[in-house]
């Protein structure tokens, strides 16, 4: 079966530093990888989407960025983080050719 | 382009009580339709979705929602609220076919009052 690990399930990290986020898939191969930002008391905005390595697509301009070294592992990254990027941040990742998207259980990132 | 739209980012029903929760969508192409539920501190579940064929689809907990073409929208139900239920929902869009994935609504916390 297929899983989907994503840590750390929580950050504090203070302005100006930077952050790094990682997603791994197990159990399938070639998965189309997403990362999306929950805002408080906003939707789901997805961020970044892969469907292959080294291959990303970058919805929101900002001073986030993502990274697909391997087949089934998603990277978010910043190299400055601001209080802005505070939120919940999911990564999921669905087969291609297949509607259904499978989430990882989340990171609550605190910007301070 | 496709967008979602929640009616109502806050709803409260008492238990056993009728569940509805409200969603349109737009889209320039026929559009799959999702409803995913989220508890507190935990990531998304899928509770149902809407590719073809029968327009009302059943899904997980005893959830169901219809899919209307006409008025463009997917509104979610469950005949009896249990506290359990209690969580945000959010309905969200995908264009068939495209790598980009789901468009969200901006969600529903839904309150089961005792």
């Known amino acids: 079966s297929q899983t989907i690990h994503q840590w750390p399930a929580t950050l504090v990290q203070p302005v100006g530093s930077p952050l790094s986020l990682e997603c791994t898939v197990e159990?399938?191969?070639?998965?189309?990888l997403y990362w999306y930002r929950q805002a408080a008391g906003r939707g789901l905005q997805l961020l970044f989407y892969s469907v292959g390595i080294g291959q990303i697509s970058s919805e929101v301009p900002q001073n986030l960025s993502a990274s697909r070294p391997q087949d089934r592992q998603f990277i978010l990254s910043s190299k400055k983080l601001l209080l802005s990027d505070s939120g919940f941040y999911l990564c999921?990742?669905?087969?291609?050719?297949?509607?259904?998207?499978?989430f990882g259980s989340g990171t609550q990132l605190s910007v301070l | 382009a496709q967008s979602v739209t929640q009616l109502g980012s806050h709803v409260s029903v008492s238990e056993g009580a009728l569940v509805l929760l409200r969603c349109n969508y737009s889209?320039?192409?026929?559009?799959?339709l999702f409803w995913y539920v989220q508890y507190p501190n935990q990531g998304l579940q899928l509770l149902l979705k809407?590719?073809?064929?029968?327009?009302l689809v059943k899904g997980i907990n005893g959830f169901e929602a219809e899919f209307n073409k006409s008025e463009t929208s997917f509104h979610l139900t469950k005949p009896s609220a249990h506290m359990s239920d209690a969580a945000e929902y959010f309905c969200?869009?995908?264009?068939?076919?495209?790598?980009?994935?789901?468009?969200f609504g901006s969600g529903t916390q839904l309150t089961v009052l005792p």
């Open positions: 889209s320039s192409v026929p559009p799959y």
């Open positions: 969200a869009v995908s264009e068939r076919g495209s790598a980009r994935q789901l468009t």
């Open positions: 159990g399938t191969s070639n998965p189309n």
């Open positions: 809407y590719t073809t064929g029968a327009t």
């Open positions: 999921a990742w669905r087969r291609i050719a297949n509607e259904k998207l499978f």
